[in-house]
Structure formats: C-alpha cells, structure tokens
C-alpha cells in the first residue's frame, strides 16, 4: 500500500491551495484518513481527519479555513486550504488507517508535500 500526496507548493498570505492524496496497492477497506503537518523545529500535528463514513475533525488553527474530503471510490482524501498564513508553512502528510487483503489494519503514512505561505 502507497500513499502518493501532491497540491503542495509555494502561495502567497490569504492564497489557497488544494492538496490530494490517493491509496495504491492491495487495500481491502480504508477507515480513517487525514492531514497532518510539522513546521521545522516542530512536533507533526493533526490538521484534519476524516472517517469513512464522512466524519470529519480539525485542528482549531485551521477550522473555518481548511476543508477535507474524500472520494471512496477512488481511495483519495483532499484537503482545501484557504486564508492560508505564514503559519501554516509545513510539510504537510497524508495518512490513512488501511486494511489490506489480510483484513489487518496498518496506519499509512505518505512522503509529504512541502506548502510554504510567503509574500
């Protein structure tokens, strides 16, 4: 199983930018995806999740700006980010809670898409 992220790159405050993430490989079911980001010199954190039954929690930073997503049928999770700020300067990774063919659940983690909020 592989976690392919893109959308990253480079925006200016008050821009937005739209990251996706797609599953690859012998997945069974997906539970839980989401977002999460670690700035430099900085734990990665939560941005936002989403069950598969459409669920969603966001960190308090990007509630109202942020928006995840995901498509079923296509084992992609988005993440739509608007009103971006410097703060959110991140490399930003996509993660999902996969059952493969054997029915066991492994949390996934995707290489990371580097955002970066400058003027």
């Known amino acids: 199983v592989q976690l392919q992220a893109c959308g990253g790159g480079l925006v200016q405050p008050g821009g937005s930018l739209r990251l996706s993430c797609a599953a690859s490989?012998?997945?069974?079911?997906?539970?839980?995806m989401g977002w999460y980001r670690q700035a430099p010199g900085k734990q990665r954190e939560l941005v936002a999740a989403?069950?598969?039954?459409?669920?969603?929690n966001y960190a308090d930073s990007v509630k109202g700006r942020f928006t995840i997503s995901r498509n079923n049928a296509k084992n992609t999770v988005y993440l739509q980010m608007n009103s971006l700020k410097p703060e959110d300067t991140a490399v930003y990774y996509c993660n999902g809670l996969i059952a493969t063919m054997t029915l066991i659940e492994y949390d996934y983690w995707g290489r990371g898409t580097q955002v970066t909020v400058s003027s």
């Open positions: 989403i069950t598969s039954g459409g669920s969603t």
């Open positions: 490989g012998s997945i069974f079911s997906i539970n839980a």
